[in-house]
């Protein structure tokens, strides 16, 4: 498979800047686009997740966790946590190295395969793989539905996808909590009902609303939703993927409030397939998204990095020769 294109995503930023830990040496990316250029069996085509034919030449994603298949958690329909994994742009791969900012990469039969339409940018495509499917499933995991009223909290790309998923479902309201003014036009442009800076949040003396959804892994506003939540209020998790603060919780009020914390950290090949259909069912309301990400040549992968971390971007792309 040969690299078209590669989001460098808020991990890769933090693990390229030494803010999380990682195992060496590793190739990073995994969010990217690729196309077949060779079937070792010989094959003109083979078919993807969806049972469509792909041939050479297509335009293609895949499923970023290698699995083994035979563990519990494969057993159970849940992949991302399989005991044997090896996750593309994370791990250190025995044989060869796998990365979205690797030329090319070598995929073994088993991987899910997602044939991209052409109407998907390489930018979305590259989202598909983490931040667009990781704020599908995780808006998946509600109890109670999307008449309510939502706080999103987060800054960045994952944060827009919660909130425009949010939107495309009908939610009452939702309000975003910010930590970078800048971020505030790319809300806005998504329509979101209220925008509210960080320190702002924190100085409000009380907020009510029905579900927290954090995309930032802000303890301060997780430990205090417990108290602004209303009954059979919702929690989602999903922006602690580096280290952050304890929080302290009041078990009698998470039983007397009837509220439900649900993590979220990866997903099913499945959900993969459902976020693609979605995306393209809204293709047009999101595609504006792609305006606030910058773009590099891979010859300039470096000043990429330099850029991400001094613009703050929602995303650099990195573009390979053709
Ligand atoms: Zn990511
Ligand atoms: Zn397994």
Known sequence: MKTVSCNLCGADLKSYYGKRPVAVPLVLGHEFLSIIVENPNGEEFTTDYNNQMIYKGDRVIFYIIHFCSTCYYCNNGLPQKCINQQKIGHSVFSVLPMGGLSSFNVFDKHIPIFRIPNKVSDFFAGTLTCSFTTAYTALSTLKLGFSREFVVVGSGLLAVFLCLILKEKKATTITVVINDIAKASVFSKAEVHEI????????????????????????????????????????????????????KINPEMLVR?????????????????????????????????????????????????????QFNPLRCKINFAM
């Open 257 to 309: 409030k009837c509220i439900s914390i649900h993590s979220v950290h990866n997903y099913t090949p499945k959900d993969l397939s459902e976020a693609l259909s979605l995306m393209e069912k809204m293709y047009a309301k999101i595609a504006f998204v792609e305006n606030y990400c910058a773009d590099f040549q891979f010859s300039n992968v470096k000043e990429a990095f330099q850029y991400a971390k």
């Open 196 to 247: 509210i800076l960080l320190e702002g949040a924190l100085s409000r003396k009380t907020m009510k609303y029905d579900c927290l959804i954090d995309a930032a892994g802000d303890s301060t506003l997780i430990e205090r939703a417990i108290t602004d939540l209303t009954d059979f209020g919702e929690i989602v998790l999903l922006g602690s993927t580096h280290p952050v603060n304890d929080i």
